[in-house]
């Protein structure tokens, strides 16, 4: 039987959906770290370090209760750039407003990382996905900020709920877009021995 145990450093309801879409057996243990960009940090540099950052504190955490078989941390966190900018979630409507301002009618990029740490190894992964919007009016950018979904969102928006409509074209993963690339993610846990519905 075997006897690692999988924990998803993440409350994001949106991970946990995916994660469990894929069969596999977890507990949540969200992480509280630092996420301030350090200075000349890249975009693809910094999700890299966040999602190796909170796999390894999460298991850190968990190490201290956890005695029987190897524990697995899965690890992952996305960001919107734009012209080499990181995009944040917006702070007020203001700073949304300049956000789908700067995105509308433009391609822009959202890297999502995902990392696996155990006692004796780590391994992570950044995958990048090419996003176009298409023209959005001063309507349309009020109008969608009055639905309260922006707010949470890094970018100011979410692709598997309204700001889905934005959305002209797609070159990457969807599922990195909401936070976890299926494929990848996949692939990746099954290193560590830990298999979903459907193991190779």
């Known amino acids: 039987m075997n006897q690692t145990k999988l924990i998803l450093a993440s409350q994001s309801p949106r991970r946990k959906a995916l994660l ?16 301030s960009v350090q200075s000349g940090e890249s975009a693809r540099d910094y999700v890299h370090r966040l999602a190796i950052a909170k796999a390894q504190t999460a298991l850190e955490q968990a190490s201290e209760q956890h005695t029987n ?27 949304f407003n300049r956000m789908m301002t700067m995105l509308s009618g433009q391609c822009h990029q959202v890297l999502t990382s ?42 100011g928006y979410g692709i598997q709920g309204i700001g889905g409509q934005f959305v002209s074209k797609l070159d ?20 560590f021995g830990v298999t ?3 193991s190779p």
């Open 20 to 35: 469990a879409q894929l069969g596999y057996e977890f507990t949540c243990l969200p992480t509280d770290i630092d996420e």
């Open 114 to 155: 995902i990392a696996a740490v155990s006692e004796s190894k780590a391994q992570a992964q950044v995958i990048a996905t090419d996003v176009w919007f298409k023209q959005l009016s001063s309507k349309e950018i009020s109008d969608y900020w009055q639905t309260g979904e922006p707010q949470d969102k890094a970018g």
């Open 196 to 198: 979903g519905y459907v």
């Open 172 to 191: 990457g993963s969807f599922f990195a877009v909401m936070g976890l690339p299926l494929y990848e993610t996949s692939l990746l846990l099954n290193q």
């Open 69 to 95: 078989g190897e524990l697995v941390v899965l690890g992952s966190d996305t960001t919107v750039v734009f012209n080499d900018h990181i995009l944040g979630k917006p702070e007020h409507f203001e700073d």
